[in-house]
């Protein structure tokens, strides 16, 4: 079974910039569509961003188009989310998963913006 490991979150100011990471432990993440989500305090997990196997496809939620950059390294099992210019809307718990999502979900991440 699946076991999906999220990192790279942590506290940042408005305008500052992460990257996280996602690693698959036990399977490998092809050939699947993967996804980064999110769930920030009182709200529902929502749909971040979504790259196609092999890299052919990339998608966006739009309140983080143009700031935001999904990518993955099939290699190592590894899907990045590249956050720039954040805001503290973007305060959340961040978790990947594939696409349509599996029902067993990791730790997440935590990401602060402050203003």
């Known amino acids: 079974q699946v076991q999906l490991i999220e990192s790279g979150g942590g506290l940042v100011q408005t305008g500052g910039s992460l990257r996280l990471s996602c690693v698959a432990s036990g399977r490998t993440f092809g050939p699947y569509t993967m996804a980064w989500f999110r769930q920030a305090p009182g709200k529902e997990r929502e749909f971040v961003s979504a790259?196609?196997?092999?890299?052919?496809?990339?998608f966006y939620a739009d309140s983080v188009k143009g700031r935001f950059t999904i990518s993955r390294d099939d290699n190592k099992d590894t899907v990045y989310l590249q956050m720039n210019s954040l805001k503290p809307e973007d305060t959340a718990v961040y978790y990947c998963n594939k696409y349509p999502p599996l029902p067993t979900w990791g730790q997440g991440t935590q990401v602060t913006v402050s203003s």
């Open positions: 790259v196609s196997w092999t890299s052919i496809n990339t």
